[in-house]
């Protein structure tokens, strides 16, 4: 079955380190998300990409960085620069990114915490 | 971006029907109503979208009102596996952010066996 996977589900991060959450697609999806969500909020977008070699900050993208080297592959660090990196962090993908009744597909999440 | 209000929480029974309110009285012309769920400890998942008519699938029907500043998201048999965290969001398709979802806090549902 299609879908994204993101790994791992839970990461643990100790202070002044950087950690890289994975995430891929086999959907074929041209576009990918990332975002964050903190207890009992909604989701924030951090960084967003529409096709290979090119990515936008979203809202919060201060502390994170990604890269997109392949279509199926969005990987997210979270920075030691990111001062309350405890969140849960989803990613997403749809076919393209700027039509507004394109579904967005989300993974499981990874769950970060601080030591 | 238009903006949404939902209630906080809801509660329904088993295999009664559900109706999920959504208000969103400064929506304009061109935004799409979307309808998204989130089951605990996992992301969230698309149910249904409208723009003008009201519109069924497979998950649930979602009813607009004609002056379109609100709309209802209808589970007709509720189940167990249907409680979760109910989002109705807004998509511009004029232009500009409409890559993004802008997520609120959404209705949680609780169903009741």
Known sequence: ?115 | DAKTTQPNSMESNEEEPVHLPCNHSTISGTDYIHWYRQLPSQGPEYVIHGLTSNVNNRMASLAIAEDRKSSTLILHRATLRDAAVYYCILRDSSGGSNYKLTFGKGTLLTVNP
């Not at chain 1, 990604?66 to 030691?80: A, D, G, Q, W």
């Open chain 1, 1 to 115: 079955d299609g879908g994204i996977t993101q790994s791992p589900k839970y990461l643990f991060r100790k202070e002044g380190q950087n950690v890289t959450l994975s995430c891929e697609q086999n959907l074929n999806h041209d576009a990918m998300y990332w975002y964050r969500q903190d207890p009992g909020q909604g989701l924030r977008l951090i960084y967003y990409s529409q096709i290979v070699n090119d990515f936008q900050k979203g809202d919060i993208a201060e502390g994170y960085s990604v890269s997109r080297e392949k279509k199926e592959s969005f990987p997210l660090t979270v920075t030691s620069a990111q001062k309350n990196p405890t969140a849960f962090y989803l990613c997403a993908s749809s076919i393209i990114g700027d039509l507004p009744y394109q579904p967005q597909h989300f993974g499981d999440g990874t769950r970060l915490s601080i030591l």
